[in-house]
């Protein structure tokens, strides 16, 4: 994050000076003004001229640079001046500590770790280093494990300057309005506190497809010479709050919160509010609650250090007194852009809770008793720079931030982030044996989570439920004329979106049905062990079907006599029957049938459109399969060879 006047760090002020020498008491000079960027300049020639030997001299000019540089948000050339100062050992501890956190800012997060422990070996009550300790640890299990928002760079907003503060505008959240350095006037001069030049207001748009457009600049009266940024809308459109530095060449000037009103589709001039009387205290970094009963803003009129974060409440064109949100919020460092997404939930930026580096984005929420929760965004919202100055569109997990990521220069731009929906659903079709859609079936699901729905299945059989992760479900397909079939789902308790997908195969109850999968030794009884489960498969099926009772019926194929074929056919039909029961099923719901070759297999759509020399009703009778060639007779043979059941009774247990 730049320091601009109070539009980022609002203890700064407004102040416009020269320096043409390099000498040591003018570098001193400009930082103690605050014109940060031109003192660090300054000391770096002052630098380049002082002697190696020198090196108490060499190490204390490094140190100030350091300290310039980083106020400046120039990370890399910070670091490379305090690790001078530390080189020529600079008699003064402090400059572990600005190493901690100038390597947590660059995300050598194990270095930050080694500069913070030195330092608190001589300051163990440091609260920046134990923060900063504990922040440097946090980040790297953060960066292993990131939260599922999705970020990216706008490039279509971003340049070659600055950008910032973004904020939705509009009930469609389709306008985006920022603040950002970028100028045509080549002849601009750069600010000597921050080296940019001032802000104004910037406008982006959303086509028809909803496609962002190139940001142009506010031509309305509320953009002027000076630095304009931070803006927040009331829910009606009309009016804006914003924060403004003006300059003054005879003295410093705080920043201030001004308000502007809209008409005929304009932004008015904008004038000072009356949060404060006195021209003394900084204001800065607006934000006005959706029901705009407060306006949250940022000050250093006192509290808990640095920069803290307050609220007013909405008096007509005035305000209330001036309320501090406290301990659980505000620390001994800055806390800044504040932004109120509804009554119990403000975001903010902060680098006095632990964080990644820098200014950190926050999460406070506010329960029943008046007590704020805060907590961490984490990565990749976060970074080791500065995050800050966030926008959501509405209700949804989406919208804009602020961050100097990847920059060498230290300017901010624009990001947006997503968090993309997880959506956790069974979809499946509802058929018949033969593949067919059943129509009219319904599919039932109840859930551990309260779930409790019934659905009618499509005309083409299909069905979809949404679910909950890390949830357990049963699910019954049913149907008149069908017997039902259950199913047992529990769905991954894993962030992220799945899809599960459930086909129910519903069995008439008029109709005899073949059991798929089911073998003997040849010219024997006995079960062979891949057919366990497709019987384990029918026990499931009973079960789910408790009224039922059933015949089991075996047929053979056309070799052998008739009453060989059935004997053999009613032993078949007995083993299926006696593992059932085995399984659990009552003996009073099974009967056992050899029907030896007596009954032939009626082909059915199903088989038909597996077999080309088949058709659907054909009966494979022994005329009939004499009249094939011989591997078509062998086929013919295998399907006869097959194991039934069809349902005798649907009332069993119910009188």
């Known amino acids: 994050m730049k320091i601009r006047p109070f539009i980022y760090m609002i203890t700064l002020v407004c102040l416009v000076a020269a320096c043409k020498t390099a000498k040591l008491s003018d570098a ?3 930082q103690q003004i605050g014109e940060y960027y031109e003192a660090a300049a300054i000391y770096r020639k002052v630098y380049t001229k002082i002697s190696p030997k020198d090196r108490f001299l060499r190490g204390y000019v490094a140190f100030r640079m350091g300290e310039c540089n980083r106020l400046v948000n120039n990370t890399p050339r910070a670091l490379s001046a305090y690790m001078n100062a530390l080189r020529y050992r600079y008699a003064d501890s402090t400059v572990n500590l600005r190493l901690g956190l100038m390597n947590q800012k660059q995300g050598a997060y194990a270095e930050a770790v080694k500069y913070y422990s030195a330092y608190l070996e001589s300051d163990p009550s440091n609260v920046w280093a134990q923060n900063g300790l504990k922040g440097s640890e946090e980040a790297i299990l953060w960066r292993r494990n990131p939260t599922r928002y999705k970020v990216a760079k706008m490039d279509k907003f971003n340049s070659r300057r600055s950008e910032f503060g973004p904020m939705f505008y509009g009930a469609n959240y389709d306008r985006l309005y920022f603040a950002s350095s970028r100028t045509k006037d080549k002849e601009a001069k750069p600010n000597p506190i921050t080296g940019q030049v001032n802000n104004d207001f910037f406008l982006a748009k959303q086509d028809e497809n909803g496609n962002w457009l190139a940001p142009e600049l506010i031509e309305d009266a509320v953009n002027t010479e000076f630095d304009e940024g931070t803006p927040s809308f009331t829910a009606d459109g009309n009016t804006m709050y914003y924060t403004y530095c003006s300059e003054d060449p005879e003295g410093s000037r705080t920043s201030e919160i001004y308000v502007a009103a809209r008409a005929n589709a304009s932004w008015g001039k904008g004038s000072r509010t009356t949060i404060v009387k006195d021209s003394i205290t900084s204001l800065g970094h607006p934000s006005v609650s959706p029901d705009g009963r407060y306006l949250y803003f940022v000050s250093d009129a006192g509290g808990f250090g640095g920069k803290d974060i307050f609220r007013a409440r909405i008096i007509g064109n005035d305000f209330g007194p001036m309320e501090n949100l406290g301990p659980a919020i505000n620390t001994p460092g800055d806390e ?5 997404r509804d009554s119990v939930t403000l975001y903010f930026a902060s680098d006095g809770h632990p964080g990644m580096g820098g200014l950190d984005i926050f999460r406070a929420t506010l329960d029943s008793a008046g007590v ?21 569109a509405g209700g949804r997990e989406r919208g804009f931030f602020s961050s100097n990521r990847n920059d060498l220069r230290g300017s901010d731009h624009l990001y947006s982030f997503e968090l993309p929906v997880i959506t956790v659903v069974i979809e499946g079709i509802v058929s018949d044996i033969n593949e067919e859609p059943v129509e009219g079936a319904t599919v039932r699901i109840v859930g551990q989570d ?30 008149r004329g069908f017997l039902n079939q259950n199913f047992e789902l529990s769905t991954t308790p894993e962030e992220r979106s799945e899809t599960y997908v459930v086909d129910f195969f519903l069995s008439p109850v008029y109709t005899p049905v073949v059991v798929e999968n089911i073998f003997y030794a040849f010219d024997s009884a006995v079960l062979r062990e891949e057919s366990k489960e497709a019987l384990d498969e029918l026990i499931r099926m009973l079960n789910d079907n408790p009224n039922v009772v059933i015949e089991l019926g075996a047929h053979t194929d056309r070799m052998g006599t008739d009453a060989y074929n059935e004997g053999l056919a009613q032993r078949r039909a007995q083993s299926v029957v006696s593992y059932l029961i085995a399984g659990g099923i009552s003996p009073e719901r099974l009967e056992a049938k050899g029907y030896g070759e007596s009954s032939p297999k009626v082909i059915n759509k199903k088989a038909a459109a597996e077999w080309d020399f088949l058709n659907e009703g054909d009966v494979l ?9 011989p591997p078509q007779q062998e086929i013919a043979d295998q399907i006869n060879r097959r194991t039934e059941f069809r349902v005798l009774r649907t009332n069993f247990n119910l009188y």
């Open 621 to 629: 009778t022994e005329e009939f399969v004499l009249n094939l060639t």
């Open 336 to 340: 800044v852009f504040p932004y109120a």
């Open 28 to 30: 001193e000079a400009k």
């Open 450 to 479: 309260g779930l409790n729905e019934k659905t009618n299945v499509r005309r083409d059989g299909s069905y979809r439920i949404e679910l909950e992760r890390d949830v357990k479900y049963v699910m019954m397909a049913s149907a």
């Open 372 to 392: 704020w929760s805060v907590e961490n965004m984490k990565y990749p919202i976060n970074s080791q720079a500065d995050d800050f100055g966030i926008t959501f």
